[in-house]
């Protein structure tokens, strides 16, 4: 298939383009580089600087693009992703995640391409009144991160009909891990693991574990990580199990949780190194457990999977960010 993968130069969009061009498919990132990075576009696919807030731009690389033939999907990465800045600038979060969900919409529709799959979030979900969390739960998210994330999932239900194209949000849990020279790189960290190995590189003092009295086996709060390479492809059996007129919501996680405490120590194994750890007082709004049923995942798209080790999901992360820094 003929492919753009906006936000392909992204943690999760560049490993996902790479899964992509080795699967045997013709690939073309489109990128502003505002948070990506150039050398993480995979060999063998094209890229396109342009910006999707901009329609001009995007018009511009759409027509570009067509010239040499039809192009049968979309997959759109592209989004502002930190809680926290959401919080103190909601404004630009739900302009920019929804704002570039509605260009593409548009764009699509005036270029005849019909399958969009849409990197979604378990943010959507706030803090669920239930574990393993399934997609028919209530969705009430607790920040305009998630709320934007949202917005951009209904603006799919409704435009699959309207527009007759084929829809499928796929909503990550903990995402982690790296695939050879494609891994998790952002200016502002505010993931765990890579925080963590922060602090087994020398360039942070400590761990710190916020709150430590949840109603969970050794007091931390429970996460569901899942290796980045099984969630590339996840995109992939997404691409096939689209259906025209239709928006298709799953869950990718694995099913199963870690505590802090024991994400820590699988950072110690794949490291080497003893991280110091210092106990804080719980953040306010960190559930206890998140954990995903990805049920409908393994029965509509046939995927399952496979790198569910915690400190092999480590020992990548760790063998990228070492490369990364220049060891």
Request: charged share 20%; aromatic share 6%; glycine share 10%.
């Amino acid at each position: 298939m003929r492919l753009l993968v906006i936000g392909g130069a992204g943690y999760v969009g560049s490993v996902t383009a790479a899964v992509l061009v080795r699967a045997g498919h013709d690939v073309t990132v489109v990128d502003d580089l505002s948070t990506g990075h150039r050398d993480a576009v995979p060999a063998g696919a094209a890229f396109r600087h342009a910006d999707v807030l901009d329609e001009r731009q995007l018009g511009d690389v759409l027509r570009a693009v067509t010239a040499d033939g039809p192009i049968d999907a979309v997959l759109h990465f592209a989004a502002r992703s930190l809680v926290g800045e959401s919080v103190s600038e909601p404004a630009r979060y739900f302009r920019h995640n929804i704002v570039s969900t509605a260009n593409l919409l548009e764009a699509m529709r005036d270029h005849g391409i019909g399958t969009i799959v849409f990197s979604s979030t378990a943010a959507t979900y706030g803090e669920p009144e239930r574990s393993p969390i399934t997609e028919d739960l209530p969705t009430v998210p607790t920040n305009p991160y998630g709320a934007s994330k949202l917005a951009a999932d209904q603006l799919l239900t409704f435009a699959a009909p309207a527009y007759g194209i084929a829809a499928v949000s796929l909503r990550y849990f903990n995402v982690a891990g790296a695939d050879g020279s494609q891994g998790e790189r952002h200016e502002v960290e505010t993931h765990l693991i890579p925080r963590l190995l922060d602090v087994a590189a020398g360039k942070a003092p400590e761990a710190s574990v916020f709150g430590t009295d949840y109603p969970t086996p050794d007091g931390t709060a429970i996460r569901d990580y899942i290796h980045v390479r099984d969630l590339a492809e996840a995109h992939l059996l997404a691409l096939d199990a689209a259906r025209t007129g239709e928006h298709l919501i799953c869950n990718l996680g694995t099913g199963t949780g870690f505590s802090v405490y024991e994400v820590l120590e699988a950072v110690r194994k794949a490291t080497g190194h003893e991280l110091p750890a210092v106990e804080r007082p719980r953040r306010a709004g960190d559930p206890a457990r998140l954990v995903a049923s990805a049920e409908r995942a393994r029965t509509v798209l046939g995927w399952q999977p496979e790198r569910t080790d915690l400190v092999g999901i480590v020992q990548d992360a760790w063998a990228f960010y070492r490369r990364a820094d220049g060891e």
